[in-house]
């Protein structure tokens, strides 16, 4: 089973898990501030719950790419959606600040 390492939690799952859920059902902050209630609930379409994620999971899919590439975040930020990134492996996943998860600013590591 894969593991995940997020916010000092090591959590398994199972193979093809989709991050968003995995890390909502372990407690995991994953929404910055006023993105826990306003956000579009693993739809894809707002990119509150950009993560970096290091380890084995999905390819990005159209959704992710697209949401990605729209302000305020960039194409070219080392960051997922967690709602549209599927666990294959083990993987360590980090927050950044801003309502978007776009920031420069840790919220939380892998180690917490």
Known sequence: MPQVVAQGKLIECESKANLRKVLLNNCVDLYNGGSQVI?????????TCAVKVEGEVSVANW???TRRSLPP???TADLRLAC???VLGDVKVT??????GQGSQLVW???G
């Open 84 to 86: 549209q990134t599927q």
């Open 95 to 100: 927050k950044f600040d801003g309502f978007w």
């Open 109 to 111: 590591t892998p180690e």
């Open 39 to 47: 956000n579009c609930r693993g739809l894809g379409s707002c990119g």
């Open 63 to 65: 959704r992710d790419q």
């Open 73 to 75: 975040h960039s194409p």
